[in-house]
């Protein structure tokens, strides 16, 4: 009788996962409390998998070997706290493929930035010719790609949550950008569940493997004196060099590995501003460490286009330039948008607050703001941060807050879509909060 493996989840690595459990011989069952994308019915049907939507019939799931869930459902979640009652093991999609994957994985986590770095390196690796995989947070699911591909080389973004159902998964080369409040309420509002979990990175990691990660970062760093890691260590900084790692001097961006040391002005590279000098640091040594070429390095690096809702410069409308950063869904992500600005800059504000301290943004705002529109169902914590700062104008559509942008606009000022918050009061996810941006300023 073949083990029984239930997924908590239809969406992207759900349906993946139960492609591979399948191929495998398991006793497959999807169950979804919410409602299943007709694609993934689609591939679910092809693959011969019984699923449910719209429920979780407790005679089905809680006879199961192992559940691999979905990293959106919380712990506490009613369906979750009876499988632990039973005790049942409850994976992520990651580990489970990781189970049936040959391939070299580089793997990046952080809490700003991962997205670009896991799309520069996989740009990277692609435009070297190697046979890559993208997968994770981005990208189509590992589990599925497993079972129907065959890579040599994944880059993978991993969120907190995902590194929280991993246990014996490891990677090859493992990425950690950097660590700030976010999340907190899924961790008990407690800085350091957070930090462990982003920790969950280096787990398992052997002397065959490395470790790219932040010097600059006071609580990466401040956390790695209680760690013993095998694996070779390659930091990353603009204030500091090192015999092997990623630094600057004067401009210059260096990937320095076993004396092989590649540099290039930073004013070439595609992706400007400091957080992306880091960024392209991290995607840097992990291409070295795949043995990527100098000339392909800088090649791409010259030629990436970037991510979508990251700090996107959209367009201009009488000399005032609109850029949609609604992938800035905390402060930290935040800051950096608004530390990179060079105009004066109308800012909207606003969403779902994830324990958000505004008052890190104050001198940013002072030096950088004119006006503030918050755009969220409760405006209350940037009212109180801010009041007496700047004006502060509220709305609760987008098109409101684009006009109202419009209206408050002086030739050369930039208006700017960092939210800092999550999206789901108004919007159903960061994507459609910028689409429906784009698509407001696309109608001034």
């Known amino acids: 009788m073949s083990l029984r493996i239930v997924i908590l989840g239809g969406g992207e690595?759900?349906?993946?996962?139960?492609?591979?459990?399948?191929?495998?011989?398991?006793d497959v069952f999807v169950s979804d409390l919410g409602e299943i994308k007709e694609k993934y019915i689609t591939l679910l049907n092809k693959y011969q998998i019984d699923f449910e939507q719209k429920k979780?019939?407790?005679?089905?799931?809680?006879?199961?070997?192992?559940?691999?869930?979905?990293?959106?459902?919380?712990?506490?979640?009613?369906?979750?706290k009876q499988i632990a009652e039973k005790q049942i093991p409850v994976i992520d999609e990651i580990e489970f493929a990781g189970r049936y994957c040959k391939a070299k994985t580089i793997c990046i986590t952080g809490s700003n930035g991962k997205t670009t770095t896991t799309l520069l390196t996989y740009h990277i690796l692609k435009n070297a010719g190697l046979n890559v995989g993208l997968a994770g947070n981005v990208g189509k699911s590992f589990a599925l790609q497993v079972a129907e591909?065959?890579?040599?080389?994944?880059?993978?973004?991993?969120?907190s949550f995902q590194l929280d159902g991993m246990f014996d998964f490891k990677a090859d080369i493992a990425v950690l950008l950097n660590i700030t409040p976010d999340h907190l309420n899924r961790y008990n509002n407690e800085f350091q569940n957070y930090i462990d979990s982003k920790f969950r990175i280096i787990q398992n990691l052997t002397e065959n493997d490395s470790f790219v990660y932040c010097f600059d970062d006071e609580v990466t760093t401040n956390e790695l004196k209680n760690k013993e890691i095998s694996a070779k260590m390659l930091p990353f900084s603009v204030n500091k060099t090192f015999e092997e790692g990623g630094f600057l001097t004067e401009n210059i961006l260096h990937i320095k590995l076993a004396n092989n040391d590649f540099t290039m002005s930073i004013e070439e590279l595609a992706l400007q501003g400091i957080h992306n000098q880091y960024n392209s640091m991290a995607a840097g040594i992990s291409s070295k460490l795949a043995d990527i070429r100098s000339e392909k390095l800088r090649e791409s690096f010259k030629s990436f286009k970037g991510v979508e809702h990251r700090l996107e410069k959209f367009l201009k409308v009488k000399d005032v330039e609109y850029i949609n950063d609604s992938k800035a869904t905390n402060i930290n992500s935040t800051w950096y948008a608004l530390q990179s600005m060079k105009t004066q800059v109308i800012w909207i504000v606003g969403g779902i607050d994830k324990g958000n301290d505004y008052g890190m943004l104050k001198d940013l705002v002072r030096k950088k703001v004119k006006a503030i529109i918050s755009l969220g169902v409760d405006n209350s914590k940037i009212h109180e941060e801010y009041i007496g700062i700047v004006p502060i104008y509220d709305t609760q559509s987008m098109d409101l807050a684009v006009q109202t942008a419009y209206r408050l606009a002086e030739e050369g000022d930039t208006v700017l879509l960092s939210p800092a918050c999550a999206s789901f009061d108004l919007f159903k996810n960061y994507e459609d909060r910028g689409q429906k941006f784009k698509d407001s300023v696309r109608s001034l």
């Open 13 to 26: 690595s759900g349906t993946g996962a139960a492609v591979l459990a399948k191929k495998h011989g398991f």
């Open 56 to 80: 979780h019939s407790e005679n089905l799931i809680l006879n199961a070997d192992e559940v691999i869930k979905s990293p959106g459902i919380p712990l506490d979640a009613p369906i979750i």
């Open 149 to 159: 591909e065959n890579f040599e080389w994944f880059v993978i973004e991993l969120s």
